[in-house]
C-alpha cells in the first residue's frame, strides 16, 4: 500500500536515494532540505529545519494533498571535525541546532497528523558513533547520543496513539559527507595526530556502504509491526564496536578504539 513519507536532507547522499527509493516503490514522498532538487520521484521542498516556520509551512503544503503522513524519516544531519578543546560555542550550537534540534521540530510538526490517525512510524537517522566518543568527533557523537535519548523518551509518551519511534545506527556510508561536515580550528598540539586520524576518517567513508543499501534495510524496517529502540546498520567491523564497548573494561576498550583510529 503507498504511504506519505516525508525524509529530510533529499538534496544529496543518503537522503536523496532514501526518496528516490520510496517514490519509485510507490510511494508519495517529499524531501525537505535547504536546496530544491529535480527529480521524478518525490517531491522537493526547500525547507530549512532549523527554522520552525519554514517547518510548519512545508508539512501545511504537504497536508493540502495528502490525507495522511504515514512516515517521517529524520536524515538531516552534519557531521563535525576538531578536538573538544578547539570547538567553539559557535561551531557547537550550529551542530546541535540541526542534528538534534531540527530534528526535534520536525516530530513535534508531524504528531499532531500522527495522532489523529493513530498510526505513524518515525526514524530518526543516528550514528554508531553515538554510543561512544569518537576521537575529533566528540561533539558529533554528542549530538547524535541526545537524538538517541529523546528517541527513546519518546517511544514511551507516542505509543498510545500507535506511533512507533526509532533510532538507526548507521556506520560509515559512502557520500559526500567529507566535504560538508564542519572542520574546527585544529590547534599545535593536537595536530600531527588529528591529520592520521582526519586522514583514515575520510578513507572509512571513501569504503563505506552504498547509500542504496541503506534504503534496502529501511524498507525492511518499515515492514515490521513492532520496532526494537535501536538499530544498526553498517559493517562488521564498526557494528561490533557497540557491544564491545559493554562489555570490555573501559581500558581495554580505548586501547582498542586508539589502535583503531591508528593513535597508538
Known sequence: MSKTII??????????ALAEYFGKKG???????????????????PTDITDKDQIDNAISE??????????????????MVGSVEDSTKEDITKLFNLNLIGSVQMMT??????REQKSGKIINV???????????????SASKSALD?????????????????????????KTNIAENR??????EPYKNVFDKVYALMNSHV?????????????????????????????????KIGVPLKWILPQGTYENLMKKYNKMD
Open 206 to 238: 571513501g569504503d563505506g556502504t552504498e547509500p542504496l543499501d541503506v534504503a534496502v534495510y529501511l524498507d525492511g524496517l518499515l515492514g515490521k509491526s513492532k520496532w526494537k529502540a535501536h538499530y544498526y546498520f553498517g559493517k562488521f567491523g564498526q
Open 182 to 187: 564542519v572542520k574546527t580550528k585544529v590547534s
Open 109 to 114: 510538526a508531524v504528531l499532531p497528523k500522527m
Open 126 to 140: 543516528s550514528s554508531i558513533g553515538s554510543e561512544m566518543g569518537l576521537p575529533f568527533r566528540g561533539f558529533y
Open 149 to 173: 535519548k529523546v528517541t527513546e523518551a519518546m517511544r514511551y509518551e507516542v505509543y498510545p496513539w500507535n506511533i512507533h519511534v526509532c533510532s538507526l545506527h548507521l556506520g560509515d556510508i
Open 27 to 45: 510511494n508519495k514522498v517529499y524531501g525537505l532540505s535547504r536546496k530544491s532538487v529535480s527529480s521524478d520521484f518525490f517531491v522537493s521542498i
Open 62 to 79: 504537504i497536508l493540502k494533498t495528502e490525507t495522511r503522513i504515514d512516515v517521517l524519516i529524520n536524515n538531516a544531519g552534519m557531521g
Open 7 to 16: 525524509i529530510t536532507g533529499t538534496s544529496s547522499g543518503i537522503g536523496f
